[in-house]
């Protein structure tokens, strides 16, 4: 997709709050690994084919492998577009994937979550490790402070995020977050439905008035 966005983004930048949020990009959080379930990389690849289907841009770690490159590759073959943001370490370890449309390369990690950041609408979990819980639930912390307010969403192949989604209400149940900011999360069984939840998605207030910036 080429042109000027009509909203500004960024992490660090005003949230945008009303129904019909304009979602054009997609930040896709996923294993370096394909698992051991064939369903998770089947979802992965119906993942990226559905994102370049819908003319919507896929960003992503960068890498070739597991899950992560069956997205992107999923995404390309379809004729979307895929930026991939990888810190040069991991490059120079030779899984970045070299037929991204775009590959950024930055100098660490918290760089490069910063960029997927600023350059997704909406973040979509597919089934990974720690480092996949680690950055979307820290998405979703920024969301429920406001420091953003674009959609989360887990896609829950196979059950995958059953426990996960227990352990989050878990959190409210015991008082260390408000209710809607559990409700806040989309939990679906397909990219699909996840996507179609994110285009009527409205962010809650932010826990504390006014907000905060990373």
């Not at 996923?30 to 051991?36: A, E, K, L, N, V």
């Not at 492998?65 to 590759?73: F, H, I, P, R, S």
């Not at 379809?78 to 390369?105: F, Q």
């Not at 989050?168 to 939840?197: E, K, N, P, R």
Request: aromatic letters at 8%; charged letters at 15%.
């Amino acid at each position: 997709m080429t042109g000027e966005r009509k909203q500004p983004k960024g992490a660090t930048l005003p949230p945008q709050r009303q129904r019909g949020f304009f979602v054009q990009s997609i930040c896709v959080y996923c294993g370096s690994s394909p698992g051991t379930d064939p369903a998770f990389m089947a979802e992965a690849v119906a993942c990226g084919t559905t994102i370049a289907q819908q003319g919507l841009t896929l960003v992503y770690g960068g890498a070739r492998v597991g899950l992560m490159g069956a997205v992107a590759d999923a995404a390309l073959a379809a004729g979307g577009r895929v930026t991939g943001v990888m810190p040069a370490d991991l490059v120079n370890a030779e899984i970045a994937h070299t037929g991204l449309t775009e590959l950024r390369v930055v100098t660490s990690m918290h760089e490069r979550k910063l960029a997927m950041a600023d350059l997704s609408d909406g973040f979509l979990c597919l089934p990974g490790g720690p480092g996949t819980f680690e950055e979307m639930f820290e998405q979703w912390t920024w969301a429920l402070l406001g420091i953003h307010a674009k959609p989360c969403g887990f896609v829950n192949v196979s059950g995958y995020y059953d426990l996960t989604r227990q352990a989050i209400q878990q959190i409210a149940t015991s008082g260390f977050v408000g209710q809607q900011y559990v409700d806040m999360l989309v939990f679906a069984d397909t990219t699909a439905d996840v996507l179609d939840a994110f285009r009527t998605y409205v962010a809650p207030p932010p826990k504390f008035s006014g907000g905060v910036k990373v």
